[in-house]
């Protein structure tokens, strides 16, 4: 299988999801938008798309102009029928793409937060993923909500059993979870329910191989 990733800055890549990529043999492709010279792939060379996160918004398409291409090589890719994985904002870019409205959450999730599953055929019936977002989405037309929080309705979906959208992270592994709290770590200070630095990393030994789990098996359902 050929995977291709879409990554927005450079602290924030798959992780674990290439240690699964490297395990079955799939080969994998990149896109890097923070490089002035990126380049996206052929549709017609691609099985399975992933989209990353990042610290900027969908809406902010004058700062980061990309963001246009971006988009409308995701509806490409989701209307050719292909395995779609979005990750954080990468849920809310296959959200907006598919007709959803992103918009500010009431509340900003940083951390490790509980989940509650209603589809338990991609999560357990509770789980605790690594959060760090601020919007949240409007859930789009013939999508499936998978999973809530307790001050985030929509924090996963399912469109067509071949598109998933993730708010949280179980791709994290040590290495990118210390990056993206370096990079990010001015939120840690704002309101909402944020853990801090302390506290993230003293759960990470316990949570990331329950996520990288959770992980797993929906990188299988969507090969």
């Known amino acids: 299988m050929n995977i291709h990733y879409l990554q927005h800055v450079a602290f924030e890549n798959p992780a674990y999801i290439l240690d699964w990529a490297k395990e079955f043999n799939h080969s994998v492709s990149s ?11 052929s549709l017609d060379s691609i099985d399975m798309l ?6 900027m918004n969908i809406y ?7 963001l246009v291409e971006e988009k409308k090589f995701i509806k490409g890719a989701i209307e050719s029928g292909k395995s779609v994985l979005g990750i954080c904002l990468g849920a809310q870019l296959i959200a907006d793409v598919l007709g959803g409205k992103v918009i500010k959450n009431d509340v900003k999730e940083i951390g490790w937060i509980p989940v509650t599953s209603y589809n338990m055929h991609f999560f357990p019936a509770q789980f605790v993923p690594l959060h760090w977002h601020g919007d949240t989405f409007t859930l789009p ?17 399912l469109y067509q059993d071949k598109v998933v959208g993730l708010q949280f992270h179980l791709e994290t592994n040590e290495e990118s ?3 993206i709290i370096q990079n990010c770590k001015d939120e840690l200070s704002h ?3 944020i853990m801090s630095e302390e506290e993230m990393l003293a759960w990470a030994k316990k949570r990331i191989p329950e996520n990288n789990k959770i992980m797993r098996f929906i ?5």
Do not use: R, W
């Open 31 to 41: 896109t890097h938008f923070y490089d002035k010279d990126y380049q996206l792939p």
């Open 50 to 55: 992933v989209v990353m996160g990042g610290p």
């Open 60 to 66: 902010e398409e004058t700062e980061y102009p990309y």
């Open 141 to 157: 037309e013939e999508c499936e909500v998978i999973a809530s929080s307790e001050d985030c309705e929509n924090q996963a979906f």
């Open 177 to 179: 979870l210390n990056a």
């Open 191 to 193: 309101e909402g329910n």
């Open 219 to 223: 990188l299988e359902i969507l090969q």
